[in-house]
């Protein structure tokens, strides 16, 4: 055989219609130019390769001329076999054909086709008086093949991947161009979720659609506000006279500024929920919970010392009594 496309795809020649999709996906992925940024014109010929045994082998019609006779049916259009027999034609030979060792001889093209067409070579697949030009439209004919998904990762801000938005990505194509994509980013898409834009893929071959583009989204970390499946989680810097007596403070949310309660006597760790404010998705709404924390002065009066010095110096209840090893 001038190519060995049962080995080109790692496939025994038993080997399914379904399992010959399955191992051409697998290693079209593998050596895409793409993927193999490191050598992408070593991955490019290995590529080209893949594609040229799927495109016989996932023939039904092909593969059985290949089967036969070691070539593919391009190659038995070009009039000399180079497989394990070898034919000729205007020999001279007896309608019908004859056989000589290795080697057919035939009038004609069409008595070849004749010959192969009762049933001798593949398996009757043809008409007894199909024509040659018939007979290679038909072996030439091609089944729609579905472009292969092409998976891309995409990092998005903390904010878009709460609030939504679009934003711009680069594709590097197989033939080595780049386009850009414009993907819309739903709200409230989590780290690790994937985008399906259908069509935007490797282009399909013989009328086949185009696969799919499957982006997987990362999300940034934001410098305060941390998700937890629908909630967000913020501390929220007070001072100690707005922890003591209590405060209404103004802070940042997806749904802009809200107004939150300071109870009096507040602690440091002390979480207040916002309702409302968190991730909101066609199923769920979360809610903010902020969590307070106590920021000293760095610099005291020695007035402010002395009354600190006073209002602590006999606490009225113990802080530590629950603090224990075991």
């Known amino acids: 055989m001038n190519n060995d496309y049962y080995k080109t ?12 999709q399955k191992a051409y996906r697998k290693l ?15 991955a490019k010929e290995k590529f080209q390769k893949i594609q040229e045994a799927f495109d016989i082998l996932g023939n039904p019609e092909k593969r059985k001329i290949y ?49 192969f067409g009762s049933g001798g070579g593949l398996g009757g697949g043809f008409r007894n008086n199909q024509t040659s030009d018939e007979f290679f439209n038909a072996g030439s004919s091609r089944r729609p093949i579905r472009g292969s998904d092409l998976e891309r990762d995409l990092l998005i801000p903390f904010v ?10 680069k594709i590097r194509r197989p033939t080595g161009h780049s386009e850009t994509v414009t993907v ?21 071959q013989y009328g086949g659609k185009a696969g799919n583009l499957l982006i997987t989204v990362s999300v940034e970390e934001h410098p305060f506000f941390k998700r937890k499946d629908q909630h967000l ?6 001072t100690l006279k707005e922890a003591v007596f209590g405060a209404k403070i103004d802070i940042p949310t997806p749904k802009g500024k809200v107004t939150l309660t300071i109870p009096p006597g507040s602690s440091s760790d002390t979480k207040l929920r916002v309702r409302g404010c968190g991730i909101v998705t066609k199923e769920e709404i979360g809610d903010l919970f902020a969590e307070l924390s106590i920021i000293l002065p760095k610099k005291w009066t020695p007035a402010e010392k002395e009354l600190l010095q006073k209002i602590t110096s006999e606490p009225a209840e113990p802080v530590r009594n629950e603090l224990h090893w075991n």
């Open 67 to 115: 089967d036969q006779f070691g070539v593919s049916p391009d190659q038995m259009g070009s009039g000399g076999g180079q497989g394990p027999f070898q034919w000729s034609f205007g020999g001279g030979s007896p309608s019908g054909g004859a056989f000589h060792g290795n080697h057919f001889s035939f009038e004609n093209l069409d008595d070849l086709i004749k010959m």
């Open 9 to 20: 795809l790692e496939i025994p020649k038993t080997a399914t219609q379904e399992e010959i």
């Open 160 to 169: 878009m991947s709460i609030e939504g938005g679009k934003i711009d990505m």
């Open 184 to 204: 819309t980013i739903p709200a409230g898409i989590s780290n690790g979720k994937k985008i399906r834009l259908s069509g935007l893929g490797n282009p399909g």
């Open 28 to 42: 079209a992925r593998k050596h895409h130019p793409d993927m193999n940024q490191n050598d992408p014109n070593g």
């Open 233 to 238: 989680y913020v501390k929220i810097p007070v």
